[in-house]
């Protein structure tokens, strides 16, 4: 059973914020709601879902700290559009909700988008209600848009391939010998079957806690997700993201050609400007008081509320 509550509500001139929580069965999750001053219930409302990692509520991480997603809320909120982003299982206000790894999988992640959207809707107090994805977070919001009827749908810097081929790509470079084993321990993965005994260096991925959650990611597949909504989509890429490149974005947009396409040449991965070396590129996930990528929020907008 899902709950929410709101203890604490922040105002300015231009926009409210308030925590809410989900109670799941193996504990709560926390978020902040952000409200244009002039809400009602006609006001469009967006759930974004963060990317990979122990990521939090405003977009930061270990080793970074952009405060991406809160200014996206903020910037929302000024364009009449409530946002609700919140922190991943285990981490900052939500740690309560941790899981062991060995029992985390993807589906996890997908039940909790789905258990915001139904808490959200049950208020009563919004228009439409839109899911927006960031990175990891595209494919959770896929299967969560679908699941939970969701109006609009908005992939940010999501990968178009399964999560197999990309780690495929990202192994490319590794010794023969070693790519080989690392391939084979991927495709039996993808065939639901774990690695009994991976090599100590390849246990980042390999380890027995991480497979099922791995084994269980395996099973989507960004294009085929994508085609079955039945609700608007855009597709949001930054031309300077190092980390999901451009290709992914166009298999999605292959797959959805009615899609929205949005693409701003010099985004990167946390949605502001950078340069395209990586070393510079990178300097920027450091830079909170960085601007978003100017036409990014009044993208998403113009599209969440035609």
């Known amino acids: ?13 231009t926009s409210s914020s308030e925590e809410f929580s989900l109670k799941t069965p193996t504990g709560t999750i926390l978020g902040t709601l952000t409200t244009p001053a002039d809400a009602g219930t006609d006001t469009p409302l967006v759930l974004l879902i963060a990317g990979s990692g122990p990521t939090d509520r405003n977009g930061n991480g270990p ?19 409530a946002m609700l982003r919140y922190d991943k299982r285990g981490v900052a206000g939500s ?17 909790d988008a789905v258990g915001w959207v139904d ?27 679908r699941r939970a009827h969701a109006d609009r749908y908005v992939s940010i810097a999501g990968a178009g391939r399964n999560i197999n081929e990309v780690l495929k790509t990202q ?5 023969d010998s070693m790519r080989m084993e690392a391939y084979r321990g991927l495709d039996s993965l993808r065939e639901g079957k774990r ?11 390999f380890r027995p806690s991480v497979q099922p959650f791995v084994i269980s990611w395996m099973q989507y597949d960004p294009a085929e997700e994508i085609i079955k909504l ?20 166009e298999r999605l947009r292959e797959a959805r050609p009615s899609a929205k396409w949005i693409v701003f040449d010099a985004m990167n991965h946390l949605l502001k400007d950078a340069p395209a070396e990586r070393n510079a590129n990178l300097a920027t996930y450091n830079q909170p008081d ?5 036409g990014l929020v009044e993208a998403i907008a113009d599209f969440i509320k035609e």
């Open 119 to 145: 808490t959200l809707r049950k208020t009563r107090r919004f228009g439409k209600i839109t899911v927006a994805g960031h990175s990891e977070g595209s494919l959770i919001g896929m299967v969560a848009a």
């Open 290 to 294: 960085f601007p978003l990528t100017i």
């Open 63 to 81: 080793g970074f700290r952009s405060d991406a997603y809160q200014k996206l809320a903020e910037a929302l909120s000024q364009r009449g559009v």
């Open 1 to 13: 059973m899902f709950l929410f509550f709101v203890p604490l509500v922040v105002f300015s001139q």
């Open 230 to 249: 039945d609700m608007p989509v855009a597709i949001v890429q930054g031309g300077h993201d190092i980390q999901v490149a451009m290709s992914e974005a």
């Open 195 to 205: 690695v009994q005994k991976p090599n100590p260096l390849l246990y980042s991925i």
């Open 95 to 111: 740690k309560s909700a941790a899981v062991r790894e060995e029992d985390l999988t993807f589906d996890t992640f997908i039940q």
């Open 171 to 175: 192994l490319a470079t590794l010794p």
